[in-house]
């Protein structure tokens, strides 16, 4: 027992795998679950400059600074 090699519990002698490459699937499924983690990334980043600087990202000015020549309580006679 003592000049036995000491074997791999993970893989046991003999089940070695003949294709070590991954095939095409393996890899499409790879690089997609790269681009999703660099997705979620940028999503992360974004959400948290919003939270430490929430009034950056809103707009001055509101929607009814926008209307064409239309005082803000004629809006309701504008949409007949």
């Known amino acids: 027992k003592d000049g036995e090699p000491i074997t791999s519990t993970l893989l046991p002698p003999g089940n070695v795998p003949q294709d070590a490459t991954l095939t095409l699937e393996q890899k499409t499924t790879f690089v997609f679950v790269i681009l999703l983690f660099i997705f979620l990334?940028?999503?992360i980043v974004r959400?948290?400059?919003i939270l430490?600087?929430?009034?950056?990202?809103m707009p001055t000015s509101t929607w009814a600074d926008r209307l064409d020549g239309l005082e803000k309580g004629q809006f309701d006679y504008a949409l007949a």
């Open 47 to 49: 959400c948290f400059r």
């Open 41 to 43: 990334g940028i999503l």
């Open 52 to 57: 430490l600087d929430p009034y950056r990202s």
